[in-house]
């Protein structure tokens, strides 16, 4: 058997998907942040928003929100070092590019599986448009499953090669391994694509190239990185109230969780940016039996072709069901864009169906074909509707967090979400008002009760935030923003000692977060401990090395210490990161005028006033002079 080649007709195809894809998700790379999972692993994740080449050796080293996943964190990285000044935009960007490309991939693969640029064509055009993958799209923290679905995608391409007679078949096998590898470095849900080999084997027929042996480094690969991914979760800090206490509640869970997906691929109606479990199960678990029944029926119907459709319906089984049971974020929720590998496989089996119904009854039955051709349009007509109006609500976090707040108004994660929408716009009634909500649905939403602690505070209200504070503490005495916050709450007050004592709290919680040494920093230079305040400043810097702010301050502590050569140093660092701080400039200009840089500080004295901060004329002037008759004395 040949491999099948592109022609014209299947390329006019294919591009005429890419666009249409391309014209439904363009709204998205004009979009910003989302509140969740956007700014706990990207904008919070150092490693990701302060990349650098030193931090690719950490990036390899180190769990990101409970997952192993370095490739994701460095094609990241590298988006963000881009275009520093507005990464949200290159992060949708490269998420729209990775799905066009998943769909050409799949289009690619369906077209090889069913030598049939219509089948290819339907399977294509229904995973680049349906509505559940716009999730997947426009959610910047969707990047890894995008860029592991690639690769799996990819990795099935190169093994469908290598059965098949062709000059390069030798190299394919090696080329499906290493997209598998490059696939579960991005996301561990990848771990699954030794099965969907297997599958591609009942797919292809038998050939002499096929071997279980041949497998078995891939089934290797895949426990070595369930245990890493078990070992994630573990250590994860999820909140007990929000996980699912019972491995039965799990069991369950993942029993149904196939045929939910598979309802909402056919009627995507009720669509939310996550499903919080138990109220996604209620009476959706019923859906096994129909389920069940719809299985057995297409077994039947199909005969022939049984094992194929088999085949690919284990796929989707197995993709939904590894989603639901190992890769529930923190808190317990079915998010659709973790069924993005299922839509993939929902897809051709959509497209397998179709054309064979086409071929068996409607091609022969003149009187249907119309119809049914009429109805197959109109359906992918209400999929690119649904999906354009899922777009729009993506648009910010306030619509999309209202949006599932409509459909689930019991869920307190989707108050929380929306108050720290209105918390980062500055409608802090709102906040307040969202958070106090979450509360009262959970009361032991602690984190929704520190965010009420950093409102007051920001207000002025600082026995109140300190209040706040310690309600989140005595909920959760092991989460350490809450410690944090009423250090500097109490710093605030002039409660030095016991602001001290806070920091030491969370920095023992959480070693690695920089504010915490910033703060301590701050605590010894009013303890006049200058030296102290030198070594937490400097830790907070090796942390986040990017931080102007961490430079500037000890900067004026080195000015202090009479060290105006390494404040200048760290001035200069600081002016590096930020160009418009204009109170960087002056106070690099006094370092130099002491260092007897008098040239030097008067062209940072200049900068400085450019920027509009208040320099004195006779500041300038006076500097104007001394230079013109240190220049005078060098021609002399």
Known sequence: MKISKFNMISLVILAGIILLGFLLYYPVTAYGWITGPDLDSILGNRLINRFSVNNI????????????????????????????????????????????????????????????????????????????????VAWISSHGILLSTFFMLAGLLSYVYYTRPCRARGYFMQLSYLCFILALLAHPISIIFPLFLILLDLLTGPSEQKSTRRKIPGFILSAVFLFIAIAGMSGAGNDPQDIMPAMAGRVMFAISSPWVATAAFVAPFFQSPHHPYPMVMGYQYLL??????????????????????????????????????????????????????????????????????????????KALLIPVSVIL????????????????LWEDSGKLWTDAIIKYPHDHHAYFLRGDHWAMTGDFEKAKFDYSQAIRLNASAYKAI???????????????????????????????????????????????????????????????????????????????????????????????????????????????MQQHRLAELDYSKAIELNPGDAEMWFRRSMARVTRNNLKGGLQDAIMARQLGYPVEEEYIKGLTVQVLEADSVKLE
């Open 450 to 560: 520190n965010n009420i602690g950093l409102i007051y505070m920001e207000e002025g209200e600082l026995r109140y935030a300190i209040s706040e504070f310690e309600r989140a503490i005595g909920i959760s005495p092991d989460f350490y923003k809450p410690y944090l916050n009423r250090g500097i709450a109490y710093m605030r007050i002039g409660m030095n000692e016991k602001a001290l004592e806070d920091m030491d709290m969370a920095a023992a919680l959480n070693p690695a977060e920089p504010l915490v040494y910033y703060n301590r920093g701050l605590i010894f230079e009013r303890k006049t401990e200058l030296n102290r305040a030198v070594e937490e400043l400097t830790t907070a810097i090796k942390l986040a090395p990017s931080v102007a702010l961490f430079y500037k301050e000890r900067g004026k502590v080195y000015i202090w």
């Open 288 to 365: 096994v039996i129909p389920g069940l029944a719809i299985l057995i029926a297409l077994l039947i119907i199909t005969r022939k072709k049984s094992m194929k459709v088999f085949a690919a319906l284990m796929f989707v089984i197995i993709a939904v069901t590894a989603a639901a049971v190992l890769f529930i974020d923190d808190p317990a929720y079915l998010h659709e864009n973790s069924l993005y590998p299922a839509i993939a496989g929902l897809s051709a089996i959509l497209s397998m169906l179709v054309v064979y119904l086409f071929r068996k009854y409607f091609l022969q039955r």
């Open 377 to 392: 349009a109109l359906y992918a007509a209400l999929l690119t509707y649904l999906a354009t109006e899922r777009v729009a």
């Open 57 to 136: 050796f950490d990036i390899f080293l180190s769990m990101s929100d409970g997952m192993y996943r370095p490739l994701t964190v460095l094609s990241l990285g590298l988006q963000a070092s881009w275009m520093p000044a507005n990464p949200s935009v290159i992060f949708h960007w490269a998420n729209l590019v990775l799905h066009l490309l998943c769909v050409v991939m799949l289009f690619r693969l369906v077209q090889l599986l069913g030598r049939s640029n219509f089948m290819a064509g339907i399977a294509a055009l229904i995973f680049c448009i349906h509505p559940l993958n716009t999730e997947a």
